[in-house]
């Protein structure tokens, strides 16, 4: 059986303390590094969002002022003043009441 083992992966000598310290110093830096990496790219993306939503909105002013104006000349057409924005939610139960001398089919 010894005779199909490859040669390259015969296990040598374990390595020493130093070794084993030098490997764990190597991995922490490698991991700090990723770490800084990760947020240096996290702020990138950040900021060239923030970038092109406010691009987006700066281009689209002049559409929505345009669909504001559409929309006052609408209710203007429809014979009433433009209405009034109101942000104010009303809610409330009604019963709706049916004559009584109405034949339901």
Sequence with gaps: MEQFRNPQFRQGTQPGPLAKLA?????????VLA????LV?????AVLGIVLGGWLWWKTRAMRKQMQEMREAA??????????R???VIE????????????PR
Aim: a negative charge; glycine letters at 10%.
């Design 23 to 31: 490997a764990f110093v190597l991995s922490a830096g490698f991991l």
């Design 35 to 38: 770490f800084m990496f990760s």
């Design 41 to 45: 790219a996290l702020a990138v993306v």
């Design 75 to 84: 209710a203007e057409q429809m014979g009433g003043e433009p209405a009034a």
């Design 86 to 88: 109101s942000d104010r």
């Design 92 to 103: 409330g139960e009604f019963i709706r009441e049916v004559p009584t001398d109405r034949n």
